[in-house]
């Protein structure tokens, strides 16, 4: 099975500020790799396909970027709305895995 | 606007049996792939199987497969999850979701329903 690790596991950020995060694959999946956003209490959302597809409707203020074994989730400036646990999933191969999540909140 | 209502959620004995519905609005449901993905309470999501348009594909994850089964009646617009021989390690959340261009991108989501195996 392919293992997804994202770093970090938490993250404390204000509004405006930059944010990176990281996935990590066990092997390489070119970039099958897809982002969710996922507020408490409720279902995830499709933030990004492919590495690097935003989504219809998603800010431009999010991206994706990366291929084989490394990707990043960056959002160029937070907005309060943005604070969530994102988490990112593999599609390469069955079973499709999903990383453990970073969660993002308000420092 | 695509829709997606998961039930059948409930309390159930350790090694008993629960079969999930979920009901699809908004969208052609017979030209997706649909999966169940499950989240177990404050930890992070596991996919748990997926099936194809017709019924003819479908994926487990190892530790589901034997127990549980996916299914779908596509003029009723639902999709199903009969798991068995439950497990505590099975309480869960449990989300449909619809697939995205016949890949393994979760682009819908219902709510989610409650299975809670109780030991």
């Known amino acids: 099975d392919i293992q997804l690790t994202q770093s970090p596991s938490f993250l404390s950020a204000s509004v405006g500020d930059r944010v990176i995060i990281t996935c990590r694959a066990s092997?390489?999946?070119?970039?099958?790799l897809v982002w969710y956003q996922q507020k408490h209490g409720k279902a995830p959302k499709l933030l990004i396909d492919?590495?690097?597809t935003l989504e219809s409707g998603v800010p431009s203020r999010f991206s994706g970027s990366g291929s084989g074994t490394e990707f990043t989730l960056t959002i160029s400036s937070l907005q309060p709305e943005d604070f969530a646990t994102y988490y990112c999933?593999?599609?390469?191969?069955?079973?499709?895995?999903f990383g453990q999540g970073t969660r993002l909140e308000i420092k | 606007e695509a829709q997606l209502v998961e039930s059948g959620g409930n309390l159930v004995q350790s090694g008993g049996s629960l079969r999930l519905s979920c009901v699809a609005s908004?969208?052609?449901?017979?030209?997706?792939?649909m999966t169940w993905v499950r989240q177990a309470p404050g930890k992070g999501l596991e996919w748990v199987a997926n099936?194809?348009?017709?019924?003819?594909?479908?994926y487990y994850l190892d530790s589901v497969k034997g127990r549980f089964t996916i299914s779908r009646d596509n003029a009723g617009y639902s999709l199903y999850l009969h798991m068995s021989s439950l497990r505590a390690e099975d309480t869960a959340l449990y989300y449909c979701?619809?697939?995205?261009?016949?890949?393994?991108?979760?682009?819908?989501w219902g709510p989610g329903t409650l299975v809670t195996v109780s030991s």
């Open positions: 979701a619809r697939l995205l261009r016949d890949a393994s991108i979760f682009d819908s």
């Open positions: 908004g969208f052609s449901f017979r030209s997706h792939w």
């Open positions: 099936i194809n348009q017709d019924g003819s594909a479908i």
């Open positions: 092997q390489g999946i070119n970039t099958y």
């Open positions: 492919t590495a690097s």
């Open positions: 999933q593999q599609r390469r191969n069955y079973p499709v895995t």
